[in-house]
C-alpha cells in the first residue's frame, strides 16, 4: 500500500497544473470518478474541434488562392479575410453567455484591460503578421507548395512550446519534427522550376520566403495561446475560446485595415471587383467564404489547445494539409509530381507519428487513473474488526 501511495503522488506531482485554475475541484474518488465520466466527452470535443480546423483550413485555403488566381492583387484584402470573418461568431458568442450568465462573469479571471494588454493585443499583432505573410505566400506560390511549406509550422511551434510551455520531446515527437522539416526542405529543391504564370523569381522566393515566416509566427502565436490560457486567463472554457478568437481578431483586423489604407491597395478594390474573372458577386461571396472558413478554423484551432496543447492543434493541423494539394491538382490544375508526392507522404508519417505519441500518453493516464482508484477504493474500505473487539 505504501508504494502505491507512493506512485500516486508521483503521478499527481506530474499532473498539469491547470488543476489549480478551478474555483472548486473536487478531491479523491470524487475527481477520479469525474475525469472518467468526462472521457468521452472528452474525444467528442477534441474530434469535433479537429473537424472545424481541417474543414475550415482546406476550404478557406483553396478560397483564399482562388482570390488571387481569377485577378485579386490586394495582399492585404486578402489578410483581412483571414481574420476579418470575426463578427460572424459575435452572434454564438451572446448566445452561449445569455444560456449560461455564470460564464459571463467569472470572478477569477484577470480585469479586461489587463488581459487585453497582456493577451489580446500581442497575440492580435501575431495573427495580423502571419495573415500578411501567408497572403503574400499565395499570391506568388501554387497552393499546393503553400499548403507543404505551411507543414514546418509543427516544428517551429515545438520549438517556442519548449521554451514557453516547457514542452517535453520523445523519440517519436522527434521524429515527427524531422520528417515534416525534410518534407519542407524536399519543396525547395523540387518548386523552382513550378511557377505560377506571371511570377518572376523574386517574387517566387518572396513567396517562399513569406511562407516560412507565417508559418514560424504563426507555431509562435499557438505556443503564445497556450501559455495564456494556463498562466494570465487561467480559465479553460468555451467562452475563453470565443474571448481569444474575437478579441484577437479586432486587434489583427484593425491592424491590416490600417495597412490597406497605408499601402494605398485600397483605391484599386473598386477597379478589382469590376475586371474580376468569375464577376462582382462571386467577388464578394469568395472573399466573404474565405472569411467564415478561417473562422471555423479558428474555433477548432483554439479548442485543441484548450483540449490538448497548440502542438496537438498544429499536428491535426498539418494532417489536414494533404487535402488542399490534392483539390488544387483538380481546382488549379497544379502539378503532383514524386518530389511533391513524398513531400506529402513525410508529412502524414511526420503526423502518425506524433498521434502515436499521443497514444502512450493516453494509455499511460489510463494507467496512472487506475491505479489512483484503486488506492482510492482501498482508503474507503472500513477497517477490519479484531475479534477480541467484540469481547465486552
Known sequence: MAEAQLQLAEI???????KENSVDQPSGIDRIRNATSRGYK???????????????????????????EKGGTSKWLAA????????VLVPLYCFLVWRNPVIGSESDSPPFLKAFAKVYLPLGLLVASSGFLFSVGLQYLPV????????????????????????????????????????????????????PAGVSKAEYAAGFICTVGGAAVYGLLLASQQLALRKVLKKQTLKVVFDIIIY???????????????SGESKGLK???DEYALGKVSYVMTLLWTAIGWQVFAIGTVGLILEVSSLYSISVSTVGLPIVPVLAVFIFHD???????????????GFISYIYQHYLDHRKSKIENRIAGEIADEDCLPAEVHPADNIA
Open 12 to 18: 499527481t506531482e506530474l499532473e498539469p497544473n491547470s
Open 42 to 68: 472528452w474525444w467528442i470535443r477534441t474530434v469535433l474541434y479537429s473537424v472545424f480546423l481541417i474543414c475550415g483550413q482546406s476550404m478557406a485555403t483553396i478560397l483564399g488562392r482562388l482570390y488571387f
Open 80 to 87: 483581412l479575410a483571414q481574420i476579418g470573418g470575426f463578427p
Open 144 to 195: 499546393s507548395v503553400v499548403t507543404l511549406i505551411t507543414a514546418s509550422q509543427l516544428a517551429f511551434n515545438a520549438f517556442f512550446s519548449y521554451f514557453l510551455n516547457s514542452q517535453k520531446f520523445t523519440a517519436a515527437i522527434i521524429n515527427s519534427l524531422v520528417l515534416l522539416t525534410i518534407s519542407s526542405v524536399l519543396l525547395v529543391v523540387n518548386n523552382h522550376t513550378e511557377k
Open 248 to 262: 484577437e481578431s479586432l486587434v489583427a483586423s484593425i491592424v491590416i485595415v490600417v495597412g490597406l489604407f497605408a
Open 271 to 273: 477597379k478589382e471587383m
Open 335 to 349: 502539378k503532383m509530381d514524386g518530389i511533391k508526392g513524398m513531400s506529402m507522404v513525410l508529412a502524414i508519417w
